[in-house]
């Protein structure tokens, strides 16, 4: 089956980190692009990055700096760090496949990023 | 990269046909015809509804559908069911290895 599972995420104070992965099964990441994108509570959705298949990755300047995707092709994984934290990067985090056409079409499950005192 | 302008909330009765607007401008929109839109259910992940402005993806009832005029793209929903009952979200390729999404419409099945 064609899906991306991912896991990580939790409750970090502002200015923390953490972790969250993307494991793909039922095709190869490195042969594709991955984006991650982020949905704040009550909100729509927002364009976080973008990973090519060469391994080029492109940010959103909101999280430019900050914010960085690693990918292991030995896993089939793709994996978002998050450091400097600030409580607006509160939000669901999706990773998602991209097509040809710019549409994303197998999203993750989502895992809930929560920056808080 | 500003968000996509959508209205915040749609309706319909079961059997009408409801359309819903996602404004940009001439550097997203405007300029690709890379429009996408997507389903969400509360608590789920976004789901592929129409690519390339018009496209449908195996499995979509053709009762979605979608089309662009300058910097608006619509989707129109017709013959209304229950179970379209969702927020729906369009997108755009932006250039620069670079995407833009809408705030969000919440349809409502009267």
């Known amino acids: 089956e064609v899906q991306l599972v991912q896991s990580g995420g939790g409750l970090v104070q502002p200015g923390g980190s953490l972790r969250v992965s993307c494991a793909a099964s039922?095709?190869?990441?490195?042969?594709?692009?991955i984006s991650w994108v982020r949905q704040a509570p009550g909100k729509g959705l927002e364009w976080v990055s973008v990973?090519?298949?060469?391994?080029?990755?492109y940010y959103a300047d909101s999280v430019k700096g900050r914010l960085t995707v690693s990918r292991d092709n030995s896993k089939n994984t793709l994996s978002l760090q998050m450091n400097s934290l600030r409580p607006e990067d509160t939000a669901v985090y999706f990773c998602?496949?991209?097509?040809?056409?710019?549409?994303?079409?197998?999203w993750g499950q989502g895992t809930v990023v929560t920056v808080s005192s | 990269q500003s968000a996509l302008t959508q209205p915040p909330s749609a309706s319909g009765s079961p059997g009408q046909s409801v359309t819903i607007s996602c404004t940009g401008t001439?550097?997203?929109?405007?300029?690709?015809?890379?429009v996408s839109w997507y389903q969400q259910f509360p608590g789920k992940a976004p789901k592929l509804l129409i690519f390339?402005?018009?496209k449908r993806p195996s499995g979509v009832p053709d009762r979605f559908s979608g089309s662009k005029s300058g910097n608006t793209a619509s989707l129109t929903v017709s013959g209304l069911q229950a179970e379209d009952e969702a927020e729906y979200f369009c997108?755009?390729?932006?250039?620069?290895?670079?995407?833009?999404f809408g705030g969000g419409t919440k349809l409502t099945v009267l």
């Open positions: 998602a496949r991209g097509t040809t056409k710019n549409a994303f079409d197998i």
């Open positions: 039922g095709f190869t990441v490195s042969n594709t692009y």
């Open positions: 990973t090519y298949s060469g391994g080029n990755t």
């Open positions: 001439s550097s997203d929109v405007g300029s690709y015809s890379f």
């Open positions: 390339e402005v018009s």
């Open positions: 997108s755009s390729f932006a250039g620069s290895h670079n995407w833009v």
